[in-house]
């Protein structure tokens, strides 16, 4: 029998087989997961997340449907990417190089392996597998691969770029297209978070619980319940593969905000209603109008690519279709660049709008760097952790109030990450957000003149957080 006639029975076996594959090539049998994660992958499933606890054998499981994809396939581009270098070469690729030599010795003279590839020898241009880091300053890693057959994999996705994710759309034009995303639950936010949430429906999922995996040991798994305990993160992480209930660095946690969508609060007609209103004008930005009455967020409506007098007509026509007894005693702007243009015309309209400058400086004695900290870390999340709220449920407006992370200035003042830190990072303007954290205002604020119920008072409003509690 020549050598093809042998890579054609090769092909018929192991096609459309890849535990079999993995059987009887590398002398292993896969766990159930690991075989279903393989299994969807040849039935032709485009979208495929796994997350996991350490251990359970991710990196043999990536390696494996590497090999048999660039092995079955032609012609064939697998592209695999993680956060770092280390993670990329010290671990999934070594795995991968680790797997190439335990093949017999027909299959392996097939190939070449690189520093940072594998190639077919008689095809390299056409058949490979190629790694790539991901960094936020070059989010091309998983861009422009067009093949008849394309295997995206990236390895600890929870720290993968989100604009890493976005480039990588083009990619998956084609017929036969995979992405492939495996890592530890790290982050309570981002893509791979949301593929488990929000986006499941669109993707196959396994959760992988070193519990249940006979990878991993008894005592690895006391070891952590001992050190963390099972009400810590760490316990969820590492153990259970689950995502963390926050992220140490992450202002608002995922599970408060999941509950106050979730509550069921009645809406009370009698409470007092209180707006906030985010500006924007032209781009991606939204405008958003928070709508508030006592403790629940009614709705949050928003608006792209009005100019400033349109809104305010929009504003103003939300505001007189409702009855006197429930419309907001205040609309709290904020009162920086494109807001105060919207201010000075909402008040000549003779509507409660009071400004709000959250780039100025936080209540006397605070600990936080100005006030649009204070009202996000001291406010908004005070407003969720009484747990007695109601917030509309909303994917997107999830995502607003789970993105923003926290630091703190060299003299220990807490401060919020900023809009443009957020969108380098791959996020969208938290536009809404910033329109309920401006709802909450109000009771956060005393006029720098006058009573605090005048509506014709031209100023920005200043602040005494102290002792205030939400209407």
């Known amino acids: 029998m020549t050598d093809a006639n042998h890579f054609v029975e090769f092909l018929r076996r192991y096609r459309s087989d890849p535990v079999l594959f993995v059987k009887e090539v590398f002398g ?26 350490h251990g359970v054998g991710k990196s043999s499981a990536s390696s494996w449907m590497m090999l048999w994809y660039l ?40 190939l070449v392996v690189k520093s940072d590839r594998i190639e077919l020898a008689a095809a390299p241009a056409e058949a490979f597998i190629s790694c790539r880091v991901s960094r936020v300053e070059t989010p091309e890693a998983l861009q422009g691969i067009h093949s008849d057959n394309v295997l995206l994999v990236a390895d600890e996705a929870s720290g993968v770029p989100e604009a890493v994710f976005i480039a990588s759309s083009g990619s998956m034009s084609g017929k036969s297209a995979t992405t492939l995303l495996l890592g530890n639950p790290t982050r309570g936010s981002g893509y791979f978070f949301d593929t488990h949430n929000k986006l499941k429906g669109d993707w196959w999922t396994r959760t992988v619980d070193c519990e249940e995996s006979p990878r991993v040991s008894k005592e690895y798994v006391e070891e952590m319940r001992k050190r963390f305990g099972e009400d810590s993160n760490d316990w969820l992480v590492r153990v259970k593969g689950e995502f963390p209930v926050s992220d140490d660095d992450t202002v608002i946690p995922w599970h408060l905000v999941n509950g106050a969508m979730d509550r ?36 949050v409506q928003t608006w792209q690519k009005l100019d400033l007098m349109q809104l305010c007509g929009v504003v103003k026509a939300e505001y007189d279709a409702l009855p006197p007894s429930r419309q907001p005693r205040s609309i709290i702007i904020d009162s920086v660049a494109l807001g105060s243009g919207v201010l000075d015309r909402l008040q000549e309209l003779n ?121």
Not at 264 to 285: C, F, H, M, Q, T
Request: net charge positive; hydrophobic share 35%; glycine share 6%.
């Open 71 to 110: 092995l079955t396939r032609y012609p064939v581009k697998v592209v695999v990417t993680a956060p770092t270098s280390a993670q990329l070469y010290d671990a999934l690729f070594a795995e991968c190089r680790r797997w190439v030599n335990e093949m017999p010795e027909q299959l392996k003279a097939l």
């Open 28 to 53: 292993v049998t896969p766990d159930p997961w690991q075989g279903e994660m393989m299994e969807a992958v040849a039935s032709g499933t485009r979208k495929i997340s796994v997350k996991s606890g």
């Open 264 to 299: 069921k609060i009645p809406d009370r007609e009698d409470g007092e209603a209180v707006w906030g209103l985010d500006v924007s004008r032209y781009g991606d930005d939204k405008s958003a109008l928070c709508k508030r009455v006592g403790r629940v967020v009614t709705e």
């Open 351 to 471: 509507l409660p709008a009071i400004g709000c400058n959250v780039s100025e400086s936080p209540s006397a004695g605070s600990t936080y760097a100005n006030l649009r900290a204070e009202l996000w870390h001291g406010k908004l999340r005070a407003f969720l952790e009484a747990r007695d709220c109601r917030l509309p449920r909303n994917d997107e407006l999830m995502a607003e109030l789970v993105a923003p992370r926290y630091s703190y200035t060299s003299n220990g003042k807490l401060k919020i990450e900023s809009k443009s830190d957020l969108k380098r990072r791959g996020h969208k303007s938290p536009d809404m957000a910033d329109a309920i954290v401006l709802s909450l205002a109000y009771e956060n604020t005393v006029m720098m003149h006058g009573s605090a119920a005048s509506n014709r008072w031209k100023k920005p409003i200043r602040r005494n957080l102290r002792g205030l509690k939400v209407a």
